[in-house]
């Protein structure tokens, strides 16, 4: 009865409209989201690969006379996706000479993130746990957070130079507050419940830190990091511009001032590659945390 | 009842006993926070006094202080100031004239943020800084590459949050408005404006601190004037005083900026829709 039911609700299902066009009507709409992404980033690249290759003014040369000579856009202002293709092959397959760029970037990044790491979630614990602490910190905070952090990057070349400690400097000055404020909130939002029945199963504090605020915490922690690695990726760029001759935001201004666009979008992409790469493995590690908040809430 | 009477007259006599303890708890967080700031700005000042280490690398709170009563009292800061806040203000006012309508659109139009998601998504993947040498080739190193740099800094923030405004509003709202025959525009302007106004503004402000970004950084790489530019010079003279005038310059800035968006936040708050409130 029942697989004669499911026979009949096939046959039914199966009977309307199926000529040719319903079906790519029904395609379309189902994959729009991908079709329409896909179709104007192709027509976007090949405007501006027409753009460099001077397609478009040939096209409107019987039109415009002589007037599309100047509507031509030379090479070294915009590139193109092609140009770019290539300088990024040469750069990392052929020559090679990116490598040594994105190994001393990574080394001063992860110094930089580290330090972040290690000054900022002591902090942070430490605001959200003692009140009067945070009360100390609450205007230094405020006034870094408040400042747009690179400001301060003259000084520090004052200070340490243009070295690699520069750069460690502005990339942990700039990591180092959205962990430290995701880790006072998260000590803050921490169930009050549980630390109240952890007191009362006498626990010390080193025991209520570690089994209770810890782990209710790392979500959070998790979160600033996330925004923390977006914020460094800045500090490379920045922390560069000033007298570097090593990392791909070195890279990326040397190429800038010899107007070597394809070089530019190379490091920029470049950047962007390791900002996503990065931000994946901290979702990774996110998914992996989180049946641990579950059980715990 | 005369007790009573009595008791109330003596608890309205001012008792001039100094509380001190429970003064200092009512104000603890203002005594905590501003003794850290004096102590610390004292030490400071000491060490750089004593010499224990060169003022010309730390300067001093006072050095600082006559730094800036200088550069403020001979108006020679009065020109980068200028070129400073031109270059934030109207690459911010033309982030919010383009991103809020940007994002009030994707939002409400499917099709559109179909179109226009993956350009805005890849430029949310980028730090938006690394383009500064590209900008400066287009634009060049006067005040053009700069409102670039501020605009492209703020408006993602301000699309993105529009776009998940109109997106988070109800649906029953919408569906009631059209039974009663409502217009899309009689919609747009009654519900999905005034519920996405919120939104809109968490994004104004997280793209004001971008937009401050953009001119430090702006103008650190390649200007001729503005504040950035005068903290870089002031680096490579070693004028550690005019830098951290300059620095505070920026605090002051980014603190006024947070403070007049909160105040307009706060006028438009009670448009914040209550969701589930009424079920």
Known sequence: MSAEAMGRHDAQSAKPPVGV????????????????????????????????????????RPLTVGAAERWTVKPIFISSPTRIAAAANRMFFVTGEIWPHLRWSALEYAAGLALAIGVGIPLGLGAGWYRRFAYAAEPFLAALNATPQVAFLPLIIVWVGTGVAAKILIIFLLAVLPIAISAQSAVRTTDARLVTLARSCNAGQWQLFRSVILPSAIPYLLAGLRLAIGRAMIGIVVGEIYGSALGVGAMINQAGSRFQTDRVFVGVLTIVAAGMVLSEVVRRIERRVEPWRAALS | MASADALERRSRVPVWRLDVPGTYRAHERVIIGGGT???????????????????MFISAPT???????????EGELWPDFQVSATEFLFGYALAAVVGIPLGLAT???????????????????????????????????????????????????VVIAAQSGVKTNEARFIRVARSFGASELKIFSSIILPGTVPF??????????????????GELYAATAGIGHMIGMAGNTLQTDALFFGVLMFTAAGLVTVWVLNLCERRFETWRPKVGAAA
């Open chain 2, 37 to 55: 700031l004096i102590g610390v700005l004292l030490a400071w000042e000491l060490v750089a006094r004593i010499g224990l280490m060169d003022p």
């Open chain 2, 107 to 157: 939002g409400r139009y499917p099709r559109l943020s179909f179109v226009f998601g993956p350009f805005v998504d890849t430029l949310n993947a980028v730090p938006r800084l690394t383009l500064m040498p590209l900008i400066v080739i287009w634009f060049g190193i006067g005040i053009w590459s700069k409102i670039v740099v501020v605009f492209l800094g703020a408006v993602l923030p």
């Open chain 1, 21 to 60: 066009a319903w079906r790519l009507k029904r395609l379309y709409l189902d994959h729009e989201r991908a079709i329409l992404g896909t179709v104007v980033v192709i027509l976007f690249l090949t405007f501006w690969e027409g753009l460099e290759r001077g397609w478009w003014t040939d096209m409107l």
């Open chain 2, 63 to 73: 050095l600082i202080a006559r730094a800036g009563y200088t550069l403020l009292a």
């Open chain 2, 200 to 217: 809109i503004f968490t994004g104004l402000k997280y793209g004001a601190g971008r937009a401050l970004l953009g001119v430090v950084v």
